[in-house]
Each structure stands twice: as C-alpha cells, then as structure tokens.
C-alpha cells in the first residue's frame, strides 16, 4: 500500500505560480510511476503530467506544456508539479497518483491516489 499526500495548492493570481508536492508514505515511491492529473467541476479527471520511475522521461497534456514541470525525488519519496503562468481554466482538483504499470496517461492505470487538492485561478 501506497499513502500519497497532495500539498502546495490555494488561491493565485492569473500569471501566478505554484508547487504542488505529493508526499508518499508506505512504499518506496521508485518503485512507481507518476502522475499528476486534475478534476474540475462537471468535468473529468484528466491527466496533467507523468514521470516515469527514475524520472528521465516525461509526459505533458498539450494545455501544460511550457509552463508545467513535473519532477519526483525519490530518496524523499516526493513528487512535484511546478505551475506556471496559470490560467483560469487550470482551477481544478489536483491529484497525484502511483502507477505500477510505470508511466502511463491512463486514469485507470493508476493504484494510488491522494486526496487532492484545490488550485484556483483568479483573473
């Protein structure tokens, strides 16, 4: 069993920026695959970034790429999202989640999953 714990996510200006952390407990997290993806109301989960297991390759949705980075350290048992220049459309739940299957973009994919936490965009 894997505990993950989102953390870094609150209220910012258009333009801003934040750091989401996604802290694992339980299991070594170099032994997963991960991923950030995001909920907003009405709409569906839906995958933001992934970094596989020692974090040499990655994956953007076409709407992050050049202003979201993902990053892990494994020998915190870490993940990051660091978001910049948000926009509105970005408000949204946040998760993170650890994939056996190492990395991959498919929600179903996904063994564990935080909790969430919320980011929202002011304009």
């Known amino acids: 069993q894997v505990q993950l714990v989102e953390s870094g996510g609150g209220l910012v200006q258009v333009g801003g920026s934040l750091r989401l952390s996604c802290a694992a407990s339980?299991?070594?997290?170099?032994?997963?695959?991960m991923g950030w993806f995001r909920q907003a109301p009405g709409k569906e989960r839906e995958i933001v970034a992934a970094i596989s297991l020692s974090g040499g390759r990655t994956y953007y949705a076409d709407f992050v790429k050049g202003r979201f980075t993902i990053s892990r350290d494994n020998a915190k048992n870490t993940a990051y999202l660091q978001m910049n220049s948000l926009k509105p459309e970005d408000t949204a739940v946040y998760y993170c989640?650890?994939?056996?299957?190492?990395?991959?973009?498919?929600?179903?994919?996904?063994?564990?999953w935080g909790q969430g936490t919320q980011v929202t965009v002011s304009s």
């Open positions: 989640a650890a994939s056996a299957y190492r990395m991959t973009t498919m929600v179903r994919e996904y063994d564990y």
């Open positions: 339980g299991r070594t997290l170099s032994d997963y695959g």
